[in-house]
């Protein structure tokens, strides 16, 4: 039987909705008040603040199709399985059953005729061997020996595999993993799921989240046991169809098509041909999600934008080389657009947006791309050795637009490496030079104590937008927020500039809101209910049909997941430090909170 990618969501969600589940949307791909990743790597980033305790308007049984960004492995995109884009399936326990109903319905799931029907002798499990901070996980060891698989196919890992946390803090447990046996002979005789010969491919992990790893290393018991399985999408229906190539799945057909149409070459032809059009398929397929995602983002030089920029360029830069014409990189999102269309209608919502950032980034691109290909090879042809040096990839950077990371790639291509570090050193003095280095980067990791930081900024975030439309007007919209430990960022609908006493005037109403000290309340209504009392909301239904509305006296009333302070008056002084524009008819406003 052939798995399709809809076939799987559609059995996944059912059975888990029959199971006492609500269905619950994809969060964005670009997280809202996480300033420890870029991109919602994992099903649980969105669902952070409900696994420390927090109550979800929609119970303590979830399951979701989560958008989910990785760029950490870009490098390895065109080998068979590395991907940028993904859908991670996961079921929540959110402090209701725990690891041995998880396993129980997993097993089910996956072995029910009226499910997968997977044959159970090609199923292996892994759990957690125990140390210092957790015990043996005898428990789930036996709970999958229960349901049918023999202790001879359970084997016990440590943390290094069984162990599952998102970074380096924050909730995380122990889990066990599911391996699918493809077949192959085991490589020798210690052959186990740890080992990556390719007998055994990993289809699902079952994380039982009850500890909350501290800065210093130890783990705190989170206030309830909760479970959070992922399953991911594209990764399982090539396994389970027995596909040697992840590219082989159903949602890549028809892009694959059209890049072998454009191209006049075959798929498959030989191995730069392949990788050239897999990288092609994958990075336009991402940042179609991106550019379509309803907080949304566009090309720029810092953060989300980077990388965006960058998968679009290289997309660029390989489909020249496969002589593809131009305007090639939009008909493959077009493509995108359409496969998605019942299952991601924003995309089809985003047409224009995603068209046209496309448009732009490829014709800036590809009047600098083959001057710049030209640039590297004059420059290589005379310098003694193999290293190219920092200013010329800079010159690629600032002149020609190359990413340092392509220019890393076009350099390995042809035998030669490049000094990055002579290439930061002069990316910091012109920036240092040019003023323009006070956008920062993010960094890995939150402060220790910084949760209190971003309740406060998040808080304030409202304070703001309810100024802004005292101010300039109903017109303001939020288009986008971001918080870390030191600021708040907020983007909002607006055609101009703000003038000086706009801000001023806004910095003053947010500073009244925090001085009059007003009570913050929460009330969880239908989300029907909750527009007709005036509250505005942002994102849609993004919590489903019960929502939560942050009341701030008379000044401020959203639609909201939380958290935030009790009182405004736990805030601080409010400083607005830049108010920009962030692309046509968006503004952009950075502010911090001081000690009083
Ligand atoms: N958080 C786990 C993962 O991403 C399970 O969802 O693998």
């Known amino acids: 039987m052939k798995i399709t990618s809809q076939f799987l969501r559609e059995k996944y969600l ?3 909705k029959q199971r006492g589940h609500a269905v619950i949307q994809s ?4 997280p809202e008040n996480d300033p420890s990743v870029l991109f919602t790597t994992a099903g649980m980033h969105p669902l952070i603040p409900y696994l420390m305790g927090q109550k979800h308007p929609c119970g303590t049984r979830l399951t979701d199709v989560q958008k989910c960004v990785r760029t950490g492995d870009i490098e390895e995109v065109g080998d068979d399985s590395h991907l940028t884009f993904f859908e991670m399936l996961g079921n929540w326990s959110l402090g209701d059953y725990f690891n041995r109903q998880s396993i129980q319905w997993s097993y089910q ?3 029910d005729p009226a499910y997968l029907g997977l044959d159970v002798n090609r199923l292996s499990v ?5 140390d210092d901070d957790a015990p043996r996980d ?8 229960q349901c049918g698989i023999p202790a001879d196919r359970i084997y016990y ?3 290094k595999n069984n162990w599952w946390i998102a970074g380096t803090t924050g909730p995380c447990g122990p889990d066990t993993e599911i391996f699918w046996d493809t077949g192959k002979p085991a490589c020798g005789e210690h052959c186990d799921p740890s080992c990556d010969c390719g007998k055994y491919l990993e289809i699902w992990n079952n994380v039982f989240m009850q500890f909350n790893r501290q800065a210093d290393g130890t783990y705190l018991p989170l206030v309830q046991k909760n479970v959070d399985t992922g399953m991911g999408l594209e990764r399982t229906v090539c396994v389970l169809n027995g596909y040697k190539s992840v590219y082989d799945i159903d949602l890549f057909e028809r892009a694959l098509q059209t890049i072998q149409q454009l191209s006049g070459k075959n798929y498959g032809a030989d191995a730069k041909t392949t990788r050239a059009m897999r990288i092609i398929a994958d990075h336009v397929r991402t940042a179609t999600f991106l550019l379509g995602d309803p907080v949304g983002v566009v090309p720029s030089n810092v953060d989300q934008g980077y990388v965006l920029r960058r998968l679009i360029r290289r997309a660029v830069r390989m489909a020249n080389s496969l002589d593809m014409p131009k305007g090639s990189i939009v008909q493959i999102a077009q493509v995108y657009v359409d496969v998605y269309k019942d299952v991601y209608p924003e995309l089809t919502d985003n ?3 995603i068209v046209d950032e496309l448009v732009k980034e490829e014709e800036k691109f590809s009047k600098t791309l083959v001057a710049g290909e030209k640039e590297f090879f004059k420059v290589i042809s005379h310098i003694p050795g193999n290293v190219v040096p920092g200013g010329t990839a800079f010159k690629l950077y600032d002149t020609f637009g190359f990413p340092v990371e392509m220019t890393v790639e076009l350099a390995a291509e042809n035998g030669y490496q490049v000094d990055v570090e002579g290439f930061r050193q002069k990316f910091a003095e012109h920036q240092a030079k040019s003023h323009a280095g006070s956008e920062q980067r993010f960094k890995g990791g939150m402060a220790e104590g910084g949760g209190v930081e971003i309740t406060r900024l998040h808080t304030a975030t409202h304070l703001l937008q309810a100024a802004l439309r005292r101010v300039l007007g109903d017109e303001v919209k939020q288009k986008g927020s971001n918080i870390t430990t030191e600021r708040l960022r907020f983007d909002f609908s607006f055609g101009r ?12 109403l947010v500073n009244w809101a925090i001085e009059s000290d007003l009570p913050i309340t929460c009330e969880e209504m239908p989300l029907d209910d909750a527009r007709k009392t005036g509250a505005i909301g942002l994102f849609g239904d993004k919590y489903g049909q019960v929502v939560k509305v942050y009341t701030m006296g008379n000044f401020s009333k959203e639609i909201c997941g939380g958290p935030h302070a009790n009182s405004t008056g736990e805030l601080g002084h409010f400083v607005i430090t830049k108010e920009q524009s962030s692309g046509s008819g968006v503004r952009r406003i950075k502010a911090e909170l001081h000690s009083k």
């Open 14 to 16: 059912d059975f888990f």
């Open 27 to 30: 969060a964005s791909l670009i």
């Open 109 to 111: 799931f996956l072995t």
């Open 126 to 130: 892994t759990v957690f061997a125990g």
């Open 138 to 145: 005898e428990d789930s060891a036996q709970t999958w020996q």
């Open 157 to 159: 890992l440590p943390k």
């Open 351 to 353: 047409r224009a947006k």
């Open 497 to 508: 500039p703000m003038t000086a006493d706009e801000i001023a005037e806004t910095e003053r």
